[in-house]
C-alpha cells in the first residue's frame, strides 16, 4: 500500500494528536490511531497508560493552587526537565525516568499494540516517545518515524541506547536537531522537516494562508505603521494580494486553554477588561474549551456574571466540540479569520507560522519555557501582561503595528511545510527534505 502509514497518537492533552491530526490522511483508516485507548487493548495496558495521564493532568491543574500549587506542579516538572543546552556536552545517560519507562515495556507493556499495528506492514509515524520505544522492543517490522512536538526536549525523547536505536525523528526546528545530537541520537536518524500543520489553513501553494494573513495585516496594522515601513516585503511575500482594503470582519481575538484547562481563569480577567469593547462591538472574542465540559461550563458561568450573555453567538464564541478530531477541525476553521492567538506557548507556537501573533499566558512545564524562548526569538509571539487591563495593552500593541510585525515574521520563515517534508523523507527518501533550509 503505498503512501500510507501508521499514524499513532495518545490521547493525553491535544499537543501529541494535535501533531498527528494533519497527517491523518496517510493512514488506511483516515484516522489517528489512538495507542493508549483502542478497541482490544488489554486492561493492564489501559491502566499503565490511563494513570500516568490522569495523574499529569491532576497536577497540571494544581498550578492554580495558591502558595503550594507551583511547588506540586515543580517536584513533578523536575523530572522531566531539560538541561541547559549550553555549554556542547554529552547527554546521552539516560534519566531515571527513560529507564523506569523502558522497565515497563519490557515487561510486556505495548506488545498488544505493535503485534496489532504489525498486522499491516506500514512506516510508523508516532507523536509520542513511548509508542516508538514499544515498536522497537516489541520488533515493529517496519520504518519507525517520531515526530518532536516542542522547540526542544527532554532526555526522554531520545530512546535508551541512541546509538543503536533504528528510531527516525522529524525535527521542526533546528535546536530539535542539535539537541538530539547531544543525546546521542545519530546524525543520519534525524530529518529536519518542520511542525505539521493543517493543510486547510495552508492551501496549495499558499494560496489559503496568503488571503488569510493578508487580511489579518489590515486588522493588525489599522494606522498603517507596519505596511508603510515595510510596505516591499508585504508586496514581495503576499504577492496579488489587495493589503489595503477594508477589513472584512472586526479584529477577532481567540484565548485558548490546553487539555489540563489549567489557565482557565485567565478568561475572567481579558472578559472583565474587554465588557465594554465586546458591547460596542469593537472585537471578537472566541474563547477555546476544546473538549472539556467543565471549561465550557466555566465560560458559560463566567460571561453570565459579568453579564455578556446577550452577545454570546454573536462577537463572543466559545469553540467547544465532542471529539478531539473535531475540535481539531473547528479549532482550525476559527484560526482563519483570527487575528491574535492569546495560549500557552505549547505546541500552538509553531501555528506562528500560519502569521499568527501569539500572546504568551505563563508556561506549564519546562518544555513550554523553551517553546517561550523560541518564540521570541523568532519575533512571533509576545509574553502577555497583566491579563486584567488587556483592553489597554491589547489596543496598544494593534495600534503600533507590533503584531503586524510578530504576524509577518512568524509568516515569512517558511515552516509551512511539515507535512510535506515528512512525506518526502518517508515516501521518497529525503535526506534533506525541501524547505528545511528556511527552518530556524
Known amino acids: 500500500m503505498s503512501n500510507k502509514a501508521h499514524i499513532v497518537a495518545v490521547d493525553m492533552g491535544y499537543g501529541h494528536q494535535r501533531a498527528a491530526y494533519p497527517s491523518r490522511h496517510l493512514s488506511p ?3 489517528v490511531f489512538i495507542a493508549n485507548n483502542y478497541p482490544g487493548i488489554p486492561s493492564k495496558d489501559f491502566r499503565l497508560w490511563n494513570g500516568s495521564q490522569k495523574l499529569y493532568e491532576t497536577i497540571s491543574r494544581c498550578i492554580t493552587i495558591p502558595l503550594i500549587g507551583k ?3 515543580n517536584a513533578m516538572d523536575y523530572f522531566q526537565r531539560i538541561e541547559e543546552f549550553y555549554p556542547r556536552r554529552d547527554l546521552s545517560k539516560p534519566s531515571l525516568q ?14 498488544h499494540l505493535i503485534d496489532k499495528l504489525n498486522e499491516q506492514s506500514l512506516p510508523l509515524i508516532t507523536t509520542f516517545f513511548t509508542v516508538a520505544y514499544m515498536a522497537e522492543e516489541h520488533g515493529f517490522k517496519n520504518e519507525i518515524y517520531q515526530v518532536i512536538c516542542d522547540s526542544d526536549m527532554s532526555r ?6 541512541p546509538t543503536e ?10 535546536r530539535v536537531v542539535e539537541r538530539l545530537k547531544l543525546y546521542g541520537v545519530k546524525a543520519e536518524n534525524i530529518f529536519l522537516t518542520g511542525f505539521p500543520l493543517p493543510e486547510e489553513n495552508v492551501g496549495k501553494n499558499l494560496e489559503i494562508l496568503r488571503r488569510d494573513v493578508a487580511e489579518r495585516i489590515i486588522n493588525l496594522d489599522p494606522e498603517r505603521r507596519y ?3 515595510y510596505a516591499e516585503t508585504v508586496k514581495r511575500f503576499l504577492k496579488g494580494i489587495k493589503i489595503n482594503e477594508s477589513h472584512q470582519h472586526p479584529l477577532t481575538l481567540t484565548f485558548a486553554v490546553g487539555g489540563a484547562g489549567a489557565q482557565k481563569t485567565i478568561a475572567r480577567d481579558i472578559l472583565q477588561s474587554l465588557k465594554v469593547k465586546l458591547l460596542a462591538r ?3 472574542l472566541t474563547l477555546v474549551a476544546g473538549t472539556r465540559v467543565d471549561v465550557k461550563a466555566y465560560f458559560n458561568s463566567i460571561i453570565a456574571g459579568i453579564g455578556l450573555k446577550a452577545i454570546v453567538g454573536k462577537n463572543l464564541n466559545i469553540l467547544f466540540s465532542a471529539s478531539k478530531q473535531k475540535y481539531f477541525a473547528d479549532f482550525n476553521f476559527a484560526l ?3 487575528d491574535i492567538l492569546w495560549t500557552k506557548p505549547s505546541e500552538l507556537v509553531f501555528y506562528s507560522a500560519l502569521g499568527l501573533p501569539i500572546i504568551m499566558a505563563p508556561s506549564v512545564g519546562s518544555q513550554e519555557n523553551y517553546n517561550r524562548t523560541w518564540l521570541k526569538t523568532i519575533g512571533a509571539g509576545i509574553s502577555q501582561n497583566d491579563p486584567r487591563f488587556c483592553a489597554e495593552w491589547l489596543f496598544d500593541w494593534v495600534n503600533s503595528g507590533w503584531l503586524a510585525e510578530a504576524a509577518i515574521n512568524g509568516f515569512l520563515d517558511k515552516r509551512q511545510f511539515g507535512v510535506q517534508n515528512i512525506e518526502d523523507v518517508i515516501f521518497r527518501g529525503a535526506t534533506n527534505p525541501s524547505m528545511d533550509d528556511e527552518l530556524i
Open 29 to 31: 483508516s483516515g484516522q
Open 71 to 73: 511547588h506540586i506542579f
Open 98 to 111: 527513560l529507564t523506569t519507562l523502558y522497565r515497563s515495556i519490557r515487561k510486556g507493556w505495548g506488545r
Open 156 to 161: 526522554a525523547w531520545a530512546p535508551l541506547k
Open 165 to 174: 536505536s533504528r528510531i527516525k525523528y522529524l525535527a521542526p526546528c533546528r
Open 227 to 229: 505596511r508603510e515601513k
Open 282 to 284: 469593537e472585537i471578537n
Open 336 to 338: 482563519r479569520t483570527t
